[in-house]
């Protein structure tokens, strides 16, 4: 059974840091790429980040480059979010995802979805 399970989310100040973790299971974890999306309340789901699965290249949407930092423990099959300065508006239920391309930054091209996990940023 392929399994995708979020944690580390919770409540944090502004400018505050939180570390999420997406713990892999029932796949092969080197053959897919895993990316973050998040969704606000009444937005639609956004990609985040993605990690390759081919050599471990990092992509970010521009909203999040600088602050935010993907990577991941093959070892442990989990992909860590490392979220540095977060702002209210970064508020949102994150989600991990898996996908069969090398890099995929498009809903739509991920197979796996995990259950997410609350972030809430206080201002």
């Known amino acids: 059974e392929v399994q995708l399970v979020e944690s580390g989310g919770g409540l944090v100040q502004a400018g505050g840091s939180l570390r999420l973790s997406c713990a892999a299971s029932?796949?092969?974890?080197?053959?897919?790429?895993i990316g973050w999306f998040r969704q606000a309340p009444g937005k639609e789901r956004e990609w985040v980040s993605c990690i390759s699965s081919s050599d471990g290249s990092t992509y970010y949407a521009d909203s999040v480059e600088g602050g935010f930092t993907i990577y991941s423990d093959n070892a442990k099959n989990t992909v860590y979010l490392e979220m540095n300065s977060l702002k209210p508006e970064e508020t949102a239920v994150y989600y991990c995802?898996?996908?069969?391309?090398?890099?995929?930054?498009?809903?739509?091209?991920?197979?796996?979805w995990g259950q997410g996990t609350q972030v809430t940023v206080s201002s």
């Open positions: 995802a898996a996908s069969g391309e090398v890099v995929a930054a498009v809903f739509g091209e991920y197979d796996y």
């Open positions: 029932g796949f092969t974890f080197d053959d897919y790429a």
